[in-house]
């Protein structure tokens, strides 16, 4: 049933992330990918309240240039944003901006548990034509290893943590140092594909 609405749908994810990418085509839909490109702008305080905040100015930012540029097709826009932050100590920790910069980070979080929140914001036209936006975010709680000086500078000469949040990617080759997670794993990763399989499915039935 979800399958054969989606086929009336135009899918455009809000990311430019491979990792993202590659999430969202395990639920086996055809979709294209339109970044957001404006700047993000936090007026929320919460970690909660700003994923879902960036989430739904790059879902909107899509959403309205995909309307506005002609480029959809007959179909209706079904358009998803997403953004992930690490937080720990109530302190969000972006993409590092330098080697010294992730350095600190991996310092920080050394021997710790710290919490991954990924928001999500989908907007839809539904078939009655209102615009439907729906939002969502899941939190994951990571446990790491203490980190030598030794192993913190090899991954950080990897390349490996200058596009990810907390300067880590739980799914690469710094998965040896995480002692554990609870939750869902692919939120760290990026995108918390069973829940947002589940959320599309009800508000595409509620709407269609």
Do not use: W
Not at 87 to 93: S, T
């Amino acid at each position: 049933m979800l399958q054969k609405i989606l086929e009336n749908y135009q899918i455009v994810l809000a990311s430019q992330s491979p990792r993202r990418k590659e999430l969202l085509g395990r639920l086996h839909l055809p979709f294209e990918i339109l970044p957001a490109t404006g700047e993000e702008q936090i007026h929320a305080v919460s970690p909660e309240k700003v994923v879902l905040e960036l989430a739904r100015q790059k879902a909107d930012e899509v959403y309205l240039r995909k309307q506005d540029d002609g480029s959809c097709d007959q179909r209706r826009l079904l358009v998803i944003g997403a953004d992930t932050i690490v937080v720990y100590q109530n302190q969000i920790l972006g993409k590092p901006q330098s080697r010294e910069h992730a350095c600190k980070m991996l310092h920080l979080l050394s021997g710790t548990t710290h919490q991954v929140y990924t928001g999500i914001c989908i907007i839809l036209d539904s078939s009655k034509g209102e615009v439907i936006r729906h939002s969502f975010y899941e939190k994951t709680e990571v446990s790491f290893a203490a980190l030598s000086e030794e192993e913190i500078l090899h991954y950080i000469e990897s390349g490996d943590p200058f596009d990810k949040a907390g300067s880590y990617g739980i799914q690469g080759d710094f998965a040896v140092y995480v002692r554990g997670i609870n939750g869902d794993y692919n939120n760290v990763v990026g995108l918390p594909v069973a829940r947002l399989y589940q959320e599309l499915k009800t508000i595409l039935l509620e709407n269609n």
